[in-house]
């Protein structure tokens, strides 16, 4: 499925090829919420990277999270640098994938049929949690990858 995104003043439009375009994965951990700006947890999907196009990359400023060990993540987080939007994030550790943030995608979303809450552990506690009958919910990574997941609920 292509994805088509951007950010929120339109100085960048991207789009990307996604085998894995459910909006599933839940992540509480402070690095997504406080990069992306959300209510208690942020949505990443999975893409090809090599189908990533970009139009307006020199908007784009990368910020490498500083973990609590004190060391940096190897992991890129591209934002628009005019209006901050968190649009995707890119890791060597897996150089085939990039994962867009489901907020600057602008094409229509599949519905997931169940979600996976993870990094409960760094939730705060303002955050509401009422997960569905059937979501699966972890205190730090899930136990299945997102390819994983998609084979097992989505069929891809």
Known sequence: MQLDGSCHCGAVHFSVDADAPYPFNLCYCSICRKTA???GFAINLGAKAD???IEGEEHINTYR???EDGSI???ERRFCRECGTALWL???EW???VHPHAGAIDTPLPVPPEHTHM???SKPDWVLFRPADGDRC???YPDESLAQWHERVAGS
Do not use: C, D, V
């Open 90 to 92: 890119w890791s060597p």
């Open 37 to 39: 700006g959300t209510g």
């Open 51 to 53: 189908t990533l196009k």
């Open 73 to 75: 993540s190897s992991a």
């Open 119 to 121: 990094m409960l552990g």
């Open 65 to 67: 999270a500083h973990m």
């Open 138 to 140: 972890f205190q730090e």
């Open 95 to 97: 150089p085939e994938l």
